[in-house]
């Protein structure tokens, strides 16, 4: 049976959660982007500044179809560019314009006071072990 302090520490977790989701929407909205943009060109960049829509099917959680749309419009946007994968006509590499780049820098930026807040939260609230 879960203690009372369990029950706060995943109501502390549940909140910190959705504090930082609504202040990183609120950040990316005010850097440029979109949160799912955001996600996108962060995903990109973390992948060592090439992906595909493969790779970012599975990093996203999204199905084909959705990233493919993403992708479409962060590249209609000017937030990315798509390379020819040598030897596979199918296959492209998405990497992030100048423009993807400083928003993404911009939000990322603006975003770390809230992700070191999430962390400490995350720390005090899972058990040691």
Known sequence: ???ADEYRAAAELREALRRFARESERVC???GLTPQRYQLLLMIKASGGTATVTSLVESL???QSGVTQL???AETLG?????AV???ARSQRL???RKGDRLLERAFTALGPERER???TLAAVMPAG
């Open 79 to 83: 937030l990315l560019e798509r390379r």
């Open 86 to 88: 040598r030897g596979d």
């Open 95 to 97: 990497t992030l314009s």
């Open 118 to 120: 999430l962390a400490a």
């Open 71 to 73: 992708v479409q419009r």
């Open 1 to 3: 049976m879960p203690t």
């Open 61 to 63: 959680q999204l199905g």
């Open 29 to 31: 909205r005010a850097s």
